[in-house]
């Protein structure tokens, strides 16, 4: 369920808007933009946007959550609605017009909305549970010490690797880039190839590049931090997957989705916690988890943390009845925390005491991956929007390919970067 993914087809191609009132589901027309009135007796309505998540029964899940919320408060009415597609850009076309939704979840957090006065600030939302989430979801959604969100899942997002393939072909589970390099060359046959990062032969490999290096990609007071000499060498010796031909390019499906390493094609894959179901169901145990290696011995080793943020509408006429609705299912209701997390694939709960007792994420591999999150884990900036992150992908995917100077496109990104940057701060 990350941020990312959610532009690609993985989606179900499921639309329309559903009124959750006195316990009782009403379906509307299907449209990313519906209409309708509020339920009898309750004398407000919220519309809640979410994406529409691939995994199967998710969508059933928040309609419960919406059943259960008006059942105990019986006086807002809840319309879900369900959207498919480009959801962010959908969101924020929105979000410029009467229609917007009165809550809604984006990935990614960004700075960007709270300084255009888009998000309400939830210091009241939390309470005194915000001491029970963990440093990543609160970090992650607060700007000038306020948080504007309140994280729903973590998603972890790792290399998977088959134990079997590995051990027949001699090879350890690489910890540093050049074996991480060395083993997909070598894994790499006639019929399949060794690495899949995704069907551009990038995925997060650039970001993970800077961040294995010990670099960050934008400093928390706004300044772009992947320029440096130490990111340039790391992004630059993605070069050397690309030459090696080890990268599975355009397959059937994407990075997100397990298909190509449940298959076989490839022997390792990056991908997230979310598909680990899938992959227990096909492979059994002959797989592991690793984190994208250090790019040298004493290195960073990186765990993408992404997932999905409920946020209020700050120009919306009705935010204390969507604060509180935030509130009831995000803050207070943990078995609808935990189920959300545990029953469509695999996610982290942020709140620490939920993620204590979710029973899926407590053993075996799963266990393991959380272990990892907590340890190496990394979230984008929350300047990181569309812009910036276009410029800096765009400029690693040249001197992957080998197309132009390595440092003079690292450098023009750097200024393009941090002109989108200034423009979000406003300055």
Not at 180 to 203: I, R
Request: with cysteine.
């Amino acid at each position: 369920m990350s941020a990312r993914r959610t532009e690609l087809s993985r989606r179900g191609f499921l639309t329309g808007s559903l009124l959750v009132a006195a316990g009782t589901v009403f379906t509307t027309a299907c449209s990313t933009d519906p209409t309708g009135s509020s339920a009898k007796g309750a004398k407000t309505t919220l519309n809640v946007w979410y994406h529409a998540y691939g995994e199967a029964g998710t969508q059933q899940a928040v309609l419960r959550y919406a059943t259960a919320f008006t059942k105990a408060n019986p006086d807002i009415a809840v319309k879900v609605t369900w959207v498919p597609g480009d959801y962010s850009g959908k969101l924020n076309a929105t979000l410029l017009t009467d229609s917007a939704p009165d809550v809604f979840e984006i990935g990614d957090f960004s700075e960007a909305m709270v300084r255009r006065g888009q998000l309400a600030a939830l210091d009241d939302v939390y309470g005194a549970a915000k001491s029970e989430f963990n440093a990543n979801a609160i970090d992650s959604v607060t700007v000038d010490g306020k948080p504007y969100g309140v994280k729903m899942i973590d998603d972890v997002i790792m290399l998977y690797y088959r134990k079997s393939v590995l051990a027949k072909a001699g090879i350890a589970p690489p910890t540093t880039f050049d074996a991480l390099a060395t083993a997909a060359k070598a894994l790499t046959t006639k019929k399949n190839k060794g690495l899949f990062v995704g069907n551009d032969g990038m995925g997060d490999s650039a970001s993970n590049a800077v961040w294995s290096s010990g670099g960050e990609l934008v400093t928390p007071d706004g300044k772009v931090a992947f320029g440096t000499p130490q990111a340039l060498e790391a992004i630059t010796a993605l070069k050397r997957l690309h030459d090696d031909k080890s990268l599975l390019l355009g397959f059937t499906t994407d990075w997100w989705d397990p298909a190509a390493f449940t298959q076989g094609v490839v022997p390792m894959q990056w991908c997230g916690l979310w598909a680990m179901p899938a992959i227990q169901a096909a492979l059994g145990d002959d797989f592991g988890v690793l984190p994208w290696p250090a790019f040298k011995a004493g290195g960073t080793p990186v765990v993408r943390v992404g997932g999905w943020t409920s946020c209020v509408n700050a120009k919306s006429k009705k935010t204390e009845a969507a604060k509180k609705f935030v509130k009831w299912l995000w803050v207070e209701q943990s078995a609808l925390q935990q189920d959300f997390a545990e029953s469509y694939g695999f996610h982290v709960p942020p709140r620490t005491s939920v993620a204590a007792s979710a029973k899926k994420l407590s053993s075996g591999t799963a266990k393991e991956t959380v272990a990892l999150s907590a340890k190496h884990g990394k979230h984008n900036p929350a300047t990181w929007d569309t812009a910036v992150s276009s410029t800096f992908n765009a400029a690693a995917t040249k001197i992957a390919a080998g197309d132009g100077d390595p440092a003079e496109l690292l450098a023009d990104a750097v200024k393009k970067a941090q002109s989108e940057i200034d423009k979000q701060l406003g300055r």
